[in-house]
Every structure is written in C-alpha cells, then in structure tokens.
C-alpha cells in the first residue's frame, strides 16, 4: 500500500517455496550541502518472523534505481526474484517513483553521473 513518503508490502506464502515478508520503505527528500538533493530511505522489515533494519541514500539522478537497491537489502535477508518482491506491488512501486520523480524534479532526458551509481551502490 502506497501514501507519499511511505510504501508498505506485505506477502503471505501461496507456496512451500515462497516467504512470508513484510517491508515497509519510509523515504523523504533531505538537502546535503556537498551532494544536493538526496533521496533518503528508511527500511522496516521481517522476513519469516526476522525483523531487520535498514537505510540507504540515493542522488538525486539514481534515485529512480530504489527499487533495485531495496531488492538488494531484501536479498540479503534470503528474499529472491521469485518471492514476488517487486512484482506482486508493481503499481505501488510506479506510484512512489512517480512521487519521488516529482520531490526532485526529475524530467526525461535530465544528466546521470554514472559515478553516482558506483558510490550509491550497497
């Protein structure tokens, strides 16, 4: 379930070989004087019963990579690609893009430092 600066997942097995999960990504906009504009997020989770914490922070022209970077946290608590992550909350995840893509003022066609990718990367 989606609300501007909060996104909640929750997944309940529908098979032997599928986790329960839950992951709630709590984000906002923060301004760093050397960096800019900066997408900071806050991860909550629990994966079978597991809780576990975690944050990250993105720049302003990789944060539309969230989604990968949150699957990386989530794939160190032993969800994978099958777990349903991202596909099962597909418009939710479009819905936060698109209200971070608008907190920053993120246009198609706007520069990349690709150098911001290497040092963003978990």
Request: some cysteine; aromatic content about 10%.
């Amino acid at each position: 379930m989606f609300s501007p600066g909060h996104l909640h997942i929750a997944h309940l097995p529908s098979a032997p070989q599928h986790r329960a999960f839950t992951l709630d990504l709590h984000y906002e906009i923060r301004q760093d004087a050397a960096e800019g504009p900066m997408l900071s997020v806050r991860v909550l989770g629990n994966v079978d019963g597991e809780p576990f914490e975690d944050a990250f922070e993105l720049h302003r022209d990789s944060a539309f990579d969230f989604a990968s970077v949150a699957c990386g946290l989530a794939a160190k608590r032993g969800l994978t690609a099958e777990s349903g992550l991202v596909l099962t909350q597909h418009d939710e995840y479009d819905q936060m893009f698109e209200d971070i893509r608008r907190q920053l003022d993120i246009e198609p066609g706007d520069p990349i430092n690709f150098d911001h990718f290497d040092k963003d990367r978990l």
